[in-house]
C-alpha cells in the first residue's frame, strides 16, 4: 500500500464494536492503521429491534466510522473484503489488494439457515439497517393489508406473526411486536382489530433465552405469554414460505415471518484455510491469533474463543474487550514484549422482553428481573451507545414512548400498495362499515371487527 512511510501497517476488518474499539486503541501508537467497512457506518446492534419495530429511526443507533476514528494515523475506507491471502499477506477486497503487517479479523456474523438459504426470501434475519427497515415495511404492510383485507381468514393471516428463535433478537422483537399491536396500533385502524394479533415465538430447544439462569428464562416466558405471545419451546420448523411455517406435520399460516434462530460466521473465515467451528468461527489461540500466524488477529462474532470450558458469548462487552486486547498486543509485540493471554471478564448481561420488563445477570451472581433489570438495560445501553446526539435522541425517544404510548417512525418508504388485497366496496368511504366506531352515526362499534 502506498503511503506506507515506513511504520508498521494495521489493516483492521470490520468498524463494529471490536474493530471500532482497536481503531481507537492504536490512535497514539507508532502504526498506520487502515480500516475497512462494507458500511460507512458503526451500527449499534442491540437495539437494532427498536428501529425493526418503529421505535427508533436507524440514525439513532448509527454513526460514521470517519467522524468515530479521526486520529492522523487511521484511514478509513469503503469497501467489501472478500478473501485474505495468509502467504503474501495482503487482503483481497472488492477494490483490489492491500497488503498489511498486522492483520485483525472482525468482520462480525451473519444470518444461518441451517442448511436452507431458500428460507431467507421469506423470514428475513436482523443484522443491518437494511434488514430493520425491511422487516418494519413488512410488519407495517401486514397491518395495512389486514385493513384492506374482507375476507376474515386471509385478515386472520395478515395479523399472524412468526418469529423463530427465542435467543434475545426474538424474545426483544417478539416483546416489541405485542405490544404495538395491543398498545401502540389500535386506535389508527377502522377494521383490522390490532388487539387480536397471533404473534408466536418458536424455539427448538426446552426454553427460552437458553444462554439464561433456569428461572430467569422461566421469568421471561411468563413475561412474553403475559404480554400475549404464544412461546412454544421444543418446536423444530421444518418449512417456511410466502404463506407461513411447517413445524412436524403442523402448517402455520402466517404472512410475515422473522427469523432470528441461528448466525454464521463471515464466509470470509473459510479463505484462511486454518480450523473452522461449525458456525464457521475461526478457532484462535489463547492470544486471539489465527493458528501458526501470530501477524493476524480474530476477535468479536468471527472468534471462536473457549474459556473455562465455556465459549465466550457474542455479546457487545466481549467484543469489545477483544479489541482492547487486540491493540495493547500489538503495541507491546511492536515494543519486544509479549501479552498475557486474552481473558473474557464477565460484568453480566441483560435482555428486555417488553416495557418495563427485562431480565439479567451481573458478575455472573446478582439475578434481576422485571423492572430493576429493565431499568439496568437502559442505563447500559445508552451508556455503550456511540455519540451525544444519538444517547439523547435516543432518550428522548424513549421518554416519549413510555410516556404517551406512541410510536411514530411507522415509515413504509417503498411503493408497495401493488402488494395488498384489492380495494372492496365495504373498505371504502361510505361502504357498509366505512364509519363504524364512530358516535352518532348508528354505526358504533361494539365488536372487534376480526373474526376468528
Not at 441451517?114 to 413488512?138: C, N, Q, S, V, Y
Not at 408466536?200 to 426454553?207: A, C, F, I
Amino acid at each position: 500500500m502506498e503511503n506506507h512511510r515506513g511504520r508498521h501497517h494495521v489493516v483492521i476488518v470490520g468498524g463494529g464494536f471490536a474493530g471500532l474499539q482497536a481503531a481507537r486503541k492504536l490512535k497514539r501508537a507508532p502504526v498506520k492503521v487502515t480500516v475497512l467497512d462494507r458500511y460507512n457506518h458503526h451500527l449499534f446492534q442491540p437495539l437494532l429491534y427498536q428501529v425493526a419495530t418503529a421505535v427508533l429511526s436507524p440514525g439513532d443507533i448509527s454513526a460514521p466510522i470517519r467522524r468515530i476514528l479521526r486520529s492522523r494515523n487511521t484511514t478509513v475506507l469503503l469497501a467489501e473484503v472478500q478473501s485474505v491471502d495468509l502467504a503474501r499477506k495482503v487482503v483481497v477486497s472488492d477494490g483490489g489488494e492491500i497488503p498489511y503487517d498486522t492483520l485483525v479479523l472482525a468482520m462480525g456474523a451473519t444470518h444461518s439457515y441451517f442448511g436452507h438459504p431458500e428460507w431467507a426470501g421469506f423470514a428475513p434475519g436482523l443484522k443491518t439497517i437494511d434488514d430493520a427497515r425491511d422487516i418494519r415495511e413488512r410488519v407495517l404492510l401486514a397491518f395495512e393489508a389486514a385493513e384492506r383485507e374482507t375476507d376474515p381468514e386471509r385478515q386472520r393471516d395478515w395479523l399472524t406473526f412468526v418469529i423463530i428463535g427465542a435467543g434475545p433478537t426474538g424474545v426483544e422483537l417478539a416483546g416489541a411486536l405485542a405490544y404495538m399491536t395491543r398498545h401502540v396500533l389500535p386506535r389508527d385502524f377502522r377494521r383490522a382489530d390490532t388487539s387480536r394479533a397471533r404473534i408466536l415465538l418458536l424455539e427448538g430447544l426446552p426454553r427460552v433465552l437458553n444462554t439464561y439462569p433456569e428461572e430467569l428464562s422461566e421469568k421471561a416466558r411468563g413475561d412474553l405469554e403475559t404480554l400475549g405471545v404464544e412461546v412454544c419451546t421444543g418446536t423444530l420448523v421444518t418449512g417456511v414460505d410466502d404463506s407461513g411455517v411447517t413445524v412436524g406435520d403442523t402448517r402455520i399460516q402466517a404472512r410475515t415471518v422473522l427469523w432470528s434462530a441461528g448466525v454464521a460466521a463471515s464466509p470470509v473465515a473459510r479463505t484462511l484455510g486454518v480450523p473452522l467451528d461449525k458456525a464457521g468461527r475461526v478457532k484462535v489461540t489463547p492470544r486471539l491469533n489465527v493458528p501458526g500466524h501470530e501477524d493476524v488477529f480474530v476477535i468479536g462474532d468471527l472468534a471462536s474463543v473457549v474459556q473455562d470450558g465455556k465459549p465466550v458469548p457474542g455479546i457487545a462487552p466481549a467484543a469489545m474487550q477483544m479489541g482492547r486486547y487486540v491493540a495493547k498486543s500489538i503495541r507491546q509485540r511492536l515494543a519486544g514484549r509479549l501479552v498475557a493471554p486474552f481473558r473474557y471478564h464477565d460484568k453480566g448481561s441483560f435482555a428486555v422482553i417488553g416495557r418495563g420488563s427485562a431480565i439479567g445477570v451481573l458478575y455472573d451472581k446478582v439475578r434481576l428481573s422485571g423492572k430493576p433489570a429493565w431499568l439496568m438495560w437502559l442505563g447500559i445501553h445508552i451508556t455503550f451507545l456511540i455519540g451525544f446526539r444519538n444517547k439523547v435522541a435516543v432518550m428522548f425517544d424513549w421518554a416519549y414512548t413510555y410516556l404517551t404510548k406512541r410510536q411514530d417512525v411507522r415509515l413504509i418508504t417503498g411503493l408497495h400498495a401493488n402488494r395488498l388485497p384489492p380495494l372492496q366496496p365495504e373498505t371504502l368511504p361510505g361502504g357498509s362499515e366505512a364509519r363504524a366506531g364512530e358516535p352518532g352515526t348508528g354505526l358504533e362499534r361494539h365488536e372487534p371487527s376480526l373474526v376468528h
